[in-house]
């Protein structure tokens, strides 16, 4: 096999981390880009804005041009509240952070993200992220379509119970009233449409690196995540 081609100095290097929601990717994506102090893409927050922008325009849950119009047009952006640190999401300017992380978000993400025309839409805003001096992507495709030639790919996964528990808590956390069998029922019915899409369906990269982290805590999941991108020369 031929040896891989060296990463040229002026490559922006990106570590795309996918996997099924209630994997940790979020929580993992966003501590590496952190202590890297790169870049961070929350591509399912792109799409669950597509989808809450539609609800809030009034438009019907098929249109599926309407939603594409509003995915081509989103005024999105990402930052942190000053006060408490906590993740800030504006939707034209408008804060929507705790409607955007709402499973209702979530379903109705999982639902626009199955149209072509939307993910194309959403391709070139992703790709813009790629900036010195790196790249933390978490989503579902990053390492098989929006950034299918990076250095490091990680597909982060867990049981589907681990994945609804570590989900409930988080809602919880947040005051939802989500019970845990019905946010069970909604994680199986959004992975079952995420893996079986015609376009860019969930499942890991032929390169990358799976990890499963049903039995591990956060900090373990992230020592290999170091490990792998130091043995990959990325960082020290
Ligand atoms: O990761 P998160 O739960 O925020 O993603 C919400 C939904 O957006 C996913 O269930 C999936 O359908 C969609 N998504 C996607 N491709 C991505 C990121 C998210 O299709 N790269």
Redesign the pocket.
């Known amino acids: 096999m031929a040896p891989s081609a060296a990463i040229p100095s002026t490559a922006v290097p990106i570590v795309a981390i996918d996997g099924p ?1 209630g994997s940790g990717k ?1 929580t993992i994506a966003r501590r590496l880009a952190e202590r890297l102090d790169w870049h961070l893409l ?4 792109l ?2 804005l597509v989808a809450l922008a539609g609800a809030r325009a009034g438009l019907g849950t098929e249109d599926v041009e309407g939603h594409t119009a509003l995915a081509r047009t989103l005024q999105a952006d990402f930052g942190r509240d000053p006060e408490t640190g906590g993740e800030r999401i504006l939707l034209a300017g408008e804060e929507v952070t705790a409607q955007v992380r709402e499973e209702r978000s ?1 379903m109705g ?2 639902r626009v ?2 149209w072509p025309s939307v ?1 194309a839409a959403l391709v070139d805003r992703q790709r813009a992220y790629a900036q010195h001096p790196g790249l933390v992507a ?5 390492g098989t379509v ?1 950034f299918s030639d990076a250095p490091l790919k990680i597909f982060l996964t867990a049981s589907a119970d681990e994945r609804a528990r570590r989900r409930h808590k988080q809602l919880k956390y947040k005051e939802s009233t989500a019970s845990l069998a019905a946010l069970s029922r909604e994680i199986a019915e ?1 992975d079952e ?2 893996a079986n899409r015609a376009v ?1 369906p969930l499942r890991p990269a032929s390169d990358a690196f799976v990890i499963d982290s049903t039995e591990l805590t956060a900090d373990e999941v992230f020592e290999r995540v170091i490990e792998l991108g130091r043995s990959k020369g990325l960082w020290a």
Do not use: L, P, V
Request: glycine letters at 16%; proline letters at 0%; hydrophobic letters at 30%.
């Open positions: 929601s979020g929350d591509s399912g927050a799409y669950r979530g993400a999982s993200a199955a993910r978490d989503g579902r495709d990053m929006i959004r449409r995420d860019a």
